[in-house]
Structure formats: C-alpha cells, structure tokens
C-alpha cells in the first residue's frame, strides 16, 4: 500500500466549518457566539503571529476573539489581575495566554491561575492531572489535533507500540496519555535516551515531539509506521527526517500541512465545547 498523507489542512477546514455551523445556530436561536481571550505578553514577533493566527480563525467561524496585549514590563500580578477578571467574565468561554512570556513571570502561575472550565489550550497543572487520570476535562491542543487525524483517516492504535519522542508536558506526555488511553503500548524518550535509534526501530507509531529539526532519521523508521510530526522548525521541516521516512511509512503528517492547522482547529473546538458548558468529549 502507498503512503497516506494524513492532510491536518483538510480535516480542521471540516472541523471550522462544522464548527461555524454550530456558531451559526446559536446565534439564530438568541444565544451569544463563543468568545476566546488571547493575552500577549510583550514584543515577541512569533509569538504576535501566531496570536494574529488564532484572531483571525475565530472570525472566520463566527466566534468572537479579545485580543489583550500587555507591555513587555508587565509583572506577574499584573497578568494574574487579568486572568482573574477573564475568569469572572461570564462571556469569555476560553483563555489562551500565549508562550513565551517576558523572563520576569511567572509562567506557571499565571497559566494555572485559568479557570479549568476555560482552560481550552489544557495547560493548567488540574487540566494535566486531570487527563492523566483518564477525568475529562480540556485536552492540550496539539496532541488532541493528532488523535483526531487518527481518528478521521480510521487508524485505531489499540495494541501498537507507540515511541513518543519529546516529553514536555503540552506535547509529549500528554500525547503519550492519550495514545495510552487508545490502548496502545507506549514508550516516551528523549534527545538522551540511550540506544534512541533501536527503540525508535521497535515503533508502530512514532510522534516526533522533541523540537529538533529532524532529529528522527528515516533509517530509524519500521516500514510500515504511522509517522506523527509535532515539530515545526527553521526551514519548514519537522522533528522527523520526513523527506525521506515518509516512503516507508502507511500513514504520515506533512510539514507543513498536517499536525500545525489542528492545533489551532482544536482550540476553537474546545472554546464551542466551553461555550456548551462540557468539557472535551472520551476518546473512546
């Protein structure tokens, strides 16, 4: 069987246009569109792009988008002032702050200073506890993205070995939490990770989540391996050799084009699933 190009384009334009369908109907029947609050801390020009990104998505499915941005001197409890009136506000349904912040914050507390009901990008410490006790609650975006590519172009992981190389706790572990609550049997590694080649040979499926530009080389790939790129780096290629794996793959992400356009289709997806007072429906 050839290759299949699992195409993240394709799927989170169908996901945006079901969800605008649902936007529409809320509105027709007298309710108020969902409303996402995106906090930009600072000059950061990436971090303003992809910001613009997430403004202009939520317009283009009818949710309404607040933009706040505050300068690069802001401090801790300034942001934390902010948070806490987005959280009191019975309109905003999500609050995405955006990463990286200015050095003087405090990341952490800010992030888990989000109400968990509006934790739509799941970066709270109770949103990862949550999901790693199998609770529902709001999924990280990205790796929830690549379930539903999974999910759409019908591979089911239940008893594969998956090899989830990254382990932060917005990608790695939580893609690793998930795959394992698919049923599949999961190995998360890193850029330290003895023998790395030889586990990643083992793999059914591999998850490239390390943020290295291919890091993963075709030749550690099994033919036959379904091939999940989370990177994004200089030079529009991934964390894994894809210009060459991708022949010896069944199923694989382009980068572009795959995983980066469910991130964000995600989040508006859990910013309607907020609005409907629900969190993130079982994977199973």
């Known amino acids: 069987m050839a290759p299949i190009l699992l195409d993240g384009k394709k799927l989170s334009q169908k996901i945006k246009d079901s969800i605008s369908q649902e936007i529409s109907k809320m509105v027709s029947s007298g309710k108020k569109p969902p409303k996402l609050a995106t906090i930009l801390v600072g000059n950061n020009p990436a971090s303003e792009t992809y910001v613009a990104m997430k403004v202009k998505a939520?317009?283009?499915?009818?949710?309404?988008?607040?933009?706040?941005?505050?300068?690069?001197?802001?401090?801790?409890?300034?942001?934390?002032?902010?948070?806490?009136?987005?959280?009191?506000?019975?309109?905003?349904?999500?609050?995405?702050?955006?990463?990286?912040?200015?050095?003087?914050?405090?990341?952490?507390?800010?992030?888990?200073?989000?109400?968990?009901?509006?934790?739509?990008?799941?970066?709270?410490?109770?949103?990862?506890?949550?999901?790693?006790?199998?609770?529902?609650?709001?999924?990280?975006?990205?790796?929830?993205?690549?379930?539903?590519?999974?999910?759409?172009?019908?591979?089911?992981?239940?008893?594969?070995?998956?090899?989830?190389?990254?382990?932060?706790?917005?990608?790695g572990k939580p893609m690793a939490m998930l795959l394992s609550e698919m049923n599949a049997t999961v190995t998360i590694c890193h850029s330290r990770t003895q023998n790395l080649s030889e586990v990643v040979r083992q793999a059914d499926i591999v998850v490239g989540a390390v943020g290295k530009p291919e890091f993963i080389k075709s030749d550690w790939i099994k033919p036959g391996a379904i091939l999940l790129d989370a990177g994004y780096n200089p030079g529009n290629v991934g964390d894994i050799e894809i210009s060459k794996a991708w022949e010896k793959s069944s199923y694989y992400t382009p980068v572009p084009g795959g995983v980066g356009p469910m991130t964000i289709a995600v989040l508006l997806l859990q910013t309607l699933y907020s609005a409907k007072d629900h969190f993130t429906p079982p994977l199973k």
Do not use: W
């Open 58 to 171: 939520c317009h283009s499915v009818g949710m309404i988008s607040e933009k706040i941005e505050l300068p690069e001197t802001t401090s801790t409890q300034e942001l934390l002032q902010v948070i806490r009136r987005l959280n009191q506000d019975s309109d905003t349904h999500g609050i995405l702050l955006q990463h990286p912040c200015p050095p003087q914050i405090d990341e952490r507390a800010a992030f888990d200073a989000i109400d968990l009901k509006k934790d739509v990008d799941g970066v709270t410490t109770l949103s990862f506890g949550k999901l790693s006790m199998g609770v529902e609650t709001y999924l990280p975006c990205t790796p929830y993205g690549m379930v539903l590519l999974l999910k759409e172009y019908g591979i089911n992981p239940e008893g594969k070995s998956a090899v989830v190389v990254g382990r932060s706790a917005i990608l």
